[in-house]
Structure formats: structure tokens, C-alpha cells
């Protein structure tokens, strides 16, 4: 088992409509996780950076951390062209190196 | 402005070259990376460094060479031992928390360099 998994897409959905993007991960000592957007062509930029368990809300993004079922989710709320990206989610424990997703491929529907 | 800077935006190496990409920060970060980045691969670290003149490898390292001289720079050189370049180079920095042997805390990216083997 990989010890991130995320969808790779792509994921297509109409402007306006509600994101749900989501990774599942299999090491329990995972505690720091991130979201992470990337344009094509372009370096990956923070989103979301959230510890252990909860929800994270900065505008129209809401990051979701339930560490029992070790599945984390990001929700883009009234989505935009502009957020059409691909999206990776990376995690890590303390005193350990970042793991990546592969990142979900996004396409926002004008 | 502060950031972290790649140069250049794009390369084109012969095989059995050895070129460097450059990597400078002006975010004061002590921590810098390098990564790699191929379609439906995902990011794979290369090399980090967590402070200057100490550096170490990471998942794949092999083909590949790092210095840290200074705060604000970490070069990868690729070197033609390096069976596969062509790809999209990415390097990152982050401040390491103390306690860590390697960094736990949020990294920022550069724009990427895309290389390309002719």
C-alpha cells in the first residue's frame, strides 16, 4: 500500500459548483498536512497547512483532517476557471521528510 | 519581493553533458530542496540541505550533485551518469524546526526548471 493515495483525475465540474478533493495515506504518525495548487508549467504554491485532526477554513478553501480514518479533504466552495490546476496533498510526521500526493488533476467548467 | 528564484526556465542538454540548474531564496530559509517532477510520478526528492556546507540525499540521487556554499543557494548539477534528465526541476526552502534531522514544516516552491535531453 502507497502511503499517499490520491485520484488522479481529471476531475471536471461546472463553475460555481462545490470541490471535494481527497487523499487517503496509511502511516498513522502522519500529523502536518498540506494543500498544495499547481498551474501547468508552474511550481507548486501553498494553500492549506493544517495540524493533527480538523477543519481549516481561509475563504472560498476548507481543509478537512479526520486522522482515524486517515483521509484528509480540501473544498473549494463557488469554484472558479481560475482554479482549474492540478492539486496535491503532502503530509509528514515530526522529525520526517514530506510526502506528496500526485495530485489530482481539476477542470472548472465555464 | 522575497522569494525563491529558478533559473533557467528552460534547458536543453546533449546527452553526455553535464549542466546546473540554479536555485537562490531571499526568504532567509535554512532548509533548500530539490525535486523532481515526471508525469503521473508525482514530486521525488532528489537532494536537501539543511544548512550551509551539509547536505543529503534523497530518494534519488543517483546522476546527480549538490553544493550549499551559501544560505541563499543550492545548485543541482546533473551529470551525464544520469540516465533519465529530461523532466520539470522543482526546488523548494522551508525553516527547519531545531529538534527535526530534516524539515517537518510547510516548504515554498520555485517556478521549476524544465530540462529536456536532446
Known sequence: ?110 | DGGITQSPKYLFRKEGQNVTLSCEQNLNHDAMYWYRQDPGQGLRLIYYSQIVNDFQKGDIAEGYSVSREKKESFPLTVTSAQKNPTAFYLCASSIPRRSSRMSTDTQYFGPGTRLTVL
Open chain 1, 1 to 110: 500500500q502507497k502511503e499517499v493515495e490520491q485520484d488522479p483525475g481529471p476531475l471536471s465540474v461546472p463553475e460555481g459548483a462545490i470541490v471535494s478533493l481527497n487523499c487517503t495515506y496509511s502511516n498513522s504518525a502522519f500529523q502536518y498536512f498540506m494543500w498544495y495548487r499547481q498551474y501547468s508549467r508552474k511550481g507548486p504554491e501553498l494553500l492549506m497547512y493544517t495540524y493533527s485532526s480538523g477543519n481549516k477554513e481561509d475563504g472560498r478553501f476548507t481543509a478537512q483532517v479526520d486522522k482515524s480514518s486517515k483521509y484528509i479533504s480540501l473544498f473549494i466552495r463557488d469554484s472558479q476557471p481560475s482554479d482549474s490546476a492540478t492539486y496535491l496533498c503532502a503530509m509528514s510526521a515530526r522529525d520526517d521528510k514530506i510526502i506528496f500526493g500526485k495530485g489530482t488533476r481539476l477542470h472548472i467548467l465555464p
